[in-house]
């Protein structure tokens, strides 16, 4: 199923956490009661969770429970049950594991400012819709007047296929739209390069949470049995931010070739003339609805030649990883 970028799946909105208030775990809660609540933060052993009256609670978790920050839980006593999830985030780390970030994300923001690479937007958005997160980009430091070439530059690719953000956290000029976007009801997170200014952002809208701007640094040199935290953040209008350190400054995991084919920006108006094989790869198929778009000028051969290379890189990293997986497979 693919979820045009513009429309989110309508899912109850969760609880502000403005009326939140800390209790310990032998207040209140009635032993015999099951409550339904939302994990609001994660400390590796326990976690967060805020139920529908407001009351937050911390209720301890083993450490592989695979519970994560937008999960929504019933609780029982000190067990959690999770509810089923309608989306999971993922990311790769430095030596390849795969780690579940957050859940239950409508939307995935990229940030991008001047001198950062943009390379990484196209397999950002291909990998926001393969697991049915509406992307959107946000370009920060529009205070700065270089930015103005890159607004353009990335209007020109990206205004027919995800909303864009043209914003300045410093000054906080183009905040109101970013606000009024997520005030819908969205639940999203960020991604982009080290230096884009992605707490910035999260300090100019969730104020409490005060991170430190330009450390890069600080989560990694973290002492070894400090947890990193994730949070969820309510938004005052409405929506809600997910800050998870770790994901910010690493990889989104691989797409596929399949992923590509089916999701790549600026495909998009293509869409209703389908091509004539459902897995076409739009590179020599007969019927191909995106070559003839090309051939017809209404996508640029210079964003088809992108999305060329983009499929070439991902089916060798496919055919490699084929390979070592007939090396490793041990003989009979
Ligand atoms: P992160 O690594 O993506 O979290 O980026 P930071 O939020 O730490 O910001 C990196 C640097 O960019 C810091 O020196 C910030 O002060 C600066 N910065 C962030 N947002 C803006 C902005 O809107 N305008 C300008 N001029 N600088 C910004
Ligand atoms: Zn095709």
Redesign the pocket.
């Known amino acids: 199923m693919q979820i045009t970028d513009f429309t989110i799946k309508t899912r109850s909105y969760v609880f502000p956490l403005k009326r939140a208030r800390d209790i310990t775990t032998s207040d209140a809660i009635e032993s015999d009661s099951i409550t339904s609540g939302l994990i609001v933060a994660h400390h590796g052993i326990s976690v967060e969770v805020l139920f529908a009256d407001g009351v937050r609670r911390t209720v301890r978790v083993k450490r592989n429970s695979g519970h994560v920050v937008g999960d929504n839980v019933t609780v029982k006593e000190e067990v959690l049950t999770r509810m089923p999830r309608t989306t999971e985030l993922r990311r790769r780390d430095a030596r390849g594991g795969i780690h579940l970030v957050a859940a239950n994300l409508d939307v995935l923001g990229i ?1 991008i ?1 001047p001198l950062s690479p943009t390379g990484f937007i196209d397999r950002a958005i291909v990998t926001a819709r393969a697991i049915h997160l509406a992307p959107f980009v946000v370009i ?5 007047a270089e930015t103005a070439e890159l607004v353009t530059s990335l209007h020109e690719t990206y205004a027919g296929s995800v909303p864009l953000f043209p ?5 906080r000029s183009g905040l109101a739209s970013l606000l009024e976007f997520l005030g819908a009801g969205r639940r999203g997170v960020f991604v ?10 999260l ?1 100019a809208f969730c104020p409490h949470i005060d ?6 640094s600080d989560y990694k040199s973290m002492g070894r049995h400090t947890t990193t935290v994730s949070t969820l953040h309510a938004l005052e209008g409405g929506g809600e931010l997910v800050d998870t350190p770790g994901f ?2 690493f990889g989104l995991v691989d797409i596929s070739a399949q992923d590509l084919a089916a999701h790549f920006p600026g495909f998009e108006n293509s869409a209703g003339e389908t091509c004539r094989f459902r897995n076409c790869r739009h590179r020599s198929e007969p019927g191909c609805a995106i070559i003839a778009s090309v051939q017809q000028g209404s996508i640029k051969e210079e964003r088809y030649a992108t999305y060329l290379n983009m499929l070439d890189e991902i089916e060798a990293d496919e055919e490699k990883n084929r390979d070592k997986g007939r090396r490793i497979t041990p003989q009979k």
């Open positions: 940030v400012a920060n430091k529009c205070d700065l914003l300045s956290a410093t000054t982009g390069n080290t230096g884009v200014g992605k707490s910035s952002l300090n991170l430190q701007v330009g450390e890069t910010r400054d």
